[in-house]
Structures are given as C-alpha cells and as structure tokens.
C-alpha cells in the first residue's frame, strides 16, 4: 500500500466505541485514520472493501501463546503458530518464555528468539521475557530490549531448562523490577501434601485430585502479598480454581496492581465429561467441574477475572501418550490458539455476556496487559488497523482440515461452534480470508516495549 492511499472498510455492524453501528473505517499507513459513521463518499478512497452485514471488530489479541521456537519446533513454530491465530480473528499474540531452547530468560536468549522468529509472523507478536533462579541481572537488559514483562512458576514447569522461583528468588526479582512499568506473570500452583498420585491414571479423576485447587489457593495468596508488598504490577495465568477469586478480590480491593486471566478451556469443558484415556484434556492447572466452571464466568461477569486467553500450550502427538490413555505421565496442555474467538462466543451468552464482553476481556484487557495498547485492542484514530471481520451467527464444525496449527489435535474435534472468521486484517493488511486462505507472505512483526519511547513502531 502506498502512503498516499486510502483504503475503506464498510460494513452494517462495525463495533466501535462501545457500540454496534453502520460505519466506515479509513486506513492509511497501516493505521486507522478515522472512523466515520455518516457523510463518506467511496470515491475519496483508493480501495473499498465493503463486508456487508459482516462483523468488524477489533483484532483478537492474545496474550498466552506457546510458540515453542526455536528449539521444539517440532511442538510449534512461529510460521504455524501465527497461520492459525490470523485464522481464528487473532491479530497479535504474545509469546511465553518457555519451551523453546533457549529458554528467554536472559538477553541472549531473547535476541535468539526474535531471529528465529523474523520474517515468520502472520500476524504481529510480542515476547515475555522470563523469571528463573539466578537471573534477576538480566530482567532489565530484556526488558529495554523489548519484552513486554516476565513469567515465573511457583511449581515445576515441566521442563528442567525454566526451573520455578521459591520466594527468595521472587523478593529479588520484584525488588529489581521496582520503578519499571513491567508487569510479572504467575504460573499459580505450589506443591503441597495433598496432591499425591492415586487410582488409575487413566481416569480423569486421578489426575483432577492430584492437582487439587489447595495447590492454586495457596499460590495466590503468596502472589497477593508479594505484590501488596512491592506494588509491582503482577498477574496470575490461567486461572482454574474459582475458589482462589476471594483472594485476588481482596487483593484487589487493598489497592494491589493485580490482574487475572483464564483460558477457553475451563470456560468450554468441564472435568464430568472428560473422558478417561483421552489426554487431550489434560492441562495444569486441570480443567475442573462444571459447579468450578460457573463460578469462573461468575468471576468474568463481575470484573473479578479480567481477561480471558488460550494458553496454546501444544506438543507433539506422541507425547499425548494417547495410546496409552495415561493422565498422570502425558504432557499437559491444550491447543486451541486458532478457535478462542468461537468459543468464547458460543458460552458467553449462555452466561448474559456479549460482544462488548468479548472486546474487553479479548481485546482490550489484553493489550494493557502486554503494555500495547495504546496501538492494539481498539478501533481508534492512530491505533493499527487490526480487525477481524466475522458472522457471530454462523456456525462451523472443528475438524482436522480446518486447523493451521501443526499439530492438528484438539480436545474440540467434531465440536461445533458458533462465529465463523471471513477476514483478518494487520495493520491494513490481509492476512487471512475465508474463501483464499492465508496470505501467500508473512505480513506481521514484532511489537516491541520500549522503556524509553512507548510508542516505538515496526
């Protein structure tokens, strides 16, 4: 697109400003210039693309994905990761700092990764940095380079190369990120004596008691105080055990810089109709019972959980263990980075939420999280022309063919869900269409944060 051109996006229901209304966004540069809802003529603009009665809202963005790359890219990789966020109205992701070799938890690691990722993305992505054992010297080093804030486990996360924090290392880690605007993520679960390993593997069950909400509770009120303490913001993710809100509300309400996310997942499933041996379930925290899952949405409703993300945590196959059905020794994590919008979409009315829920708790909330926006999340004059233009009232089904991730296994296989994605678009880009598929070159990039200049663009 040349500079001097003006593209218009025309549609019956464009969701801008809180409302649903007929409207033309016009773009320039990759931005958008205005949004005019009466008084535009077709001829001042050198493309027009008229969607109808279609839904344009502002892109997903994702603040929960595992890439994987480099390293296990086997698992994942930016090429597929970000096919199918554009395919599912996602139009930027952040990338967690683990499972990729290196992990990025120093600056090496971190300038690793975005040469790995360069010239990959679909759609544009920015990085979590990481909080490990020993690394405190280089939080600030990455944070200047460009990520967006750090995650940290309170309990093994699986892998050996991203060891978890025990308090000592946490006090030194928020008191090095005192006076910056970084913001640290909790993976939420301590050991404790009560999630031994008992019954038959195969049964959900098994697994749902070895991982009992004590271990996300007890977790939550050592992140309440911390940050209470140091007043650094801090954000618990996928948040699976309602019981663990009290807390955080309390937290909250004693003036913590605290925020909480959860997952389509415990949102969508719930542990009565998981069945035995089918791995692809299995996630940590575990998906819990639908009294849990109520009181998730309940949480929403309120404003007591703040956003919700996929947490595309996936693996290859074989690790799924699904041969053998066993609960206890399969990897955990779900893939479901491509379908957040449709899921979301296909409960929230059952629980009296709406599309301007779905904004704020997929879009907007998100963006503040990763500290953009102020460019992604809304439809707004000087914000990037990210929208993903979709029919809320068609359903499709999940099956293989449809999904661009890599490893094409999902809990959701054969579900049908409601909100169907004709066109995502990147700072005025296409990046994916309906009946053509995926842009035939990578056209995202990297939104980096910049201590000194918080507008920094590509």
């Not at 597929?80 to 554009?86: E, G, H, P, S, V």
């Not at 098994?206 to 991982?211: M, Q």
């Not at 003036?255 to 089918?278: D, F, K, M, Q």
Request: hydrophobic share 40%; with cysteine; charged share 20%.
């Amino acid at each position: 697109m040349m500079a001097t051109e003006k593209t218009a996006y025309i549609s019956k229901r464009v969701l801008v400003d809180g409302e649903v209304r007929p409207a033309c966004i016009e773009v320039q540069n990759g931005q958008v210039c205005r949004v005019l809802t009466k008084g535009f003529d077709v001829k001042n603009y050198s493309k027009v693309q008229d969607v109808g009665n279609l839904l344009i809202m502002p892109g997903v963005v994702d603040a929960h994905v595992h890439v994987n790359e480099p390293g296990r890219t086997s698992w994942e990789g930016y090429t597929t990761a970000t096919r199918a966020a554009a395919a599912g109205g996602i139009t930027t992701i952040v990338d967690m700092p683990l499972n990729s070799i290196p992990s990025t938890t120093t600056l090496h690691a971190f300038r690793t990764k975005l040469d790995a990722a360069q010239n990959q993305c679909f759609v544009d992505v920015a990085f979590w940095g990481g909080i490990v054992p020993g690394n405190a010297g280089e939080l600030k080093p990455m944070l200047n380079a460009g990520v967006v804030g750090f995650k940290c486990f309170l309990i093994h996360s699986g892998v050996d190369d991203f060891p978890h924090v025990e308090r000592a290392d946490l006090e030194t880690a928020l008191q090095t990120l005192q006076g910056t605007d970084a913001t640290v993520l909790f993976h939420a679960e301590v050991d404790c004596a009560c999630n031994g390993t008992k019954g038959n593997p195969e049964e959900y069950r098994t697994f749902l008691e070895s991982r009992p909400a004590i271990m996300e509770e007890k977790a939550i009120e050592l992140v309440c105080e911390m940050c209470l303490k140091y007043k650094v913001k801090c954000h618990i993710v996928h948040l699976s055990a309602a019981s663990a809100l009290p807390s955080i509300v309390a937290a909250k309400e004693k003036g913590a810089p605290l925020t909480v996310e959860t997952c389509h997942h415990y949102l969508s499933l719930n542990a009565e109709t998981v069945p035995n041996g089918n791995t692809l379930y299995k996630c940590c925290p575990p998906i819990r019972e639908k009294r849990n899952q109520d009181l998730l949405w309940d949480g929403l409703k309120k404003g007591h959980i703040d956003m919700v993300v996929s947490d595309h945590s996936p693996c290859t196959p074989d690790l799924k263990l699904l041969d053998r059905g066993d609960f206890m020794a399969a990897w955990g994590g779900v893939a479901s980075v491509q379908f957040g919008l449709s899921l979301f979409w296909t409960n929230c009315r059952n629980y009296g939420m709406d599309l301007f829920d779905m904004v704020r708790l997929m879009c907007e909330n998100t963006a503040k999280l990763a500290s953009i926006s102020h460019r992604k999340g809304a439809i707004r004059p000087g914000y990037d022309a990210d929208f993903v233009i979709w029919d809320p009232d068609v359903p499709f089904e999940v099956t293989e063919d449809r999904i661009y991730y890599k490893n094409k296994v999902s809990p959701y296989m054969g579900r049908t869900l409601q909100g169907r994605v004709y066109q995502t678009v990147v700072r005025g880009n296409t990046v994916y269409a309906d009946d053509a598929g995926l842009n035939s070159s990578p056209q995202g990039g990297f939104v980096l944060k910049s201590q000194q200049d918080e507008k920094s663009k590509l």
